[in-house]
């Protein structure tokens, strides 16, 4: 028995059969983690050129806006954008610091905020932009992971930009 014990072949090959399975499932959830971090990255790069693309003009057509809207999806290469919901939207702030939609467009898979709705801003935002307009992006993704979709489940990611109108104190629509 004392033998046996002592013999130590194959105790590589046993110790390599145990931590291979953990070895697996560490690198396959460090890729899916980097993986969606990225992706996240990129949406967040995304929702800050709706944003910003809409700012830099004074006045856009419904035609303008969908064409933002459609090559900001170009931020995304190389993920799926088809299930990408996003609208742009400029809102009104008060003098309280509330707002409300003055005018909205979206993709053609999501519903645009209802003109005249009202709008929760970040107080620091809505007591800065007092009497103002702001032009809000945002931009709603469900990430599904490439490796072992069902372990993982689908993971839904938003981001939204808030910026002012740049070339003057609004962005007029006039689609």
Do not use: H
Request: hydrophobic residues 40%; charged residues 15%.
């Amino acid at each position: 028995m004392m033998r046996f014990w002592r013999d130590r072949r194959g105790m590589a090959a046993t110790e390599f059969a145990l931590t291979v399975p953990i070895l697996i499932i560490l690198f396959v959830g460090c890729y899916q983690f980097s993986d969606a971090l990225m992706l996240y990255r990129k949406m967040t790069r995304m929702t800050r050129t709706i944003a910003d693309v809409t700012a830099q003009n004074t006045k856009l057509s419904a035609a303008d806006v969908n064409s933002i809207l459609q090559t900001s999806t170009q931020v995304m290469t190389p993920y799926d954008t088809s299930s990408v919901q996003m609208y742009v939207m400029q809102v009104k702030v008060d003098g309280s610091g509330n707002g409300k939609v003055d005018w909205a467009q979206s993709s053609s898979n999501t519903t645009p905020p209802v003109v005249g709705s009202t709008v929760t801003l970040p107080s620091t935002i809505g007591n800065t932009v007092k009497n103002g307009y702001l032009i809000v992006a945002k931009v709603n993704y469900t990430y599904v992971p490439k490796i072992v979709p069902a372990e993982f489940g689908s993971i839904p990611l938003a981001d939204t930009s808030m910026m002012l109108p740049r070339a003057s104190d609004s962005v007029q629509n006039t689609g």
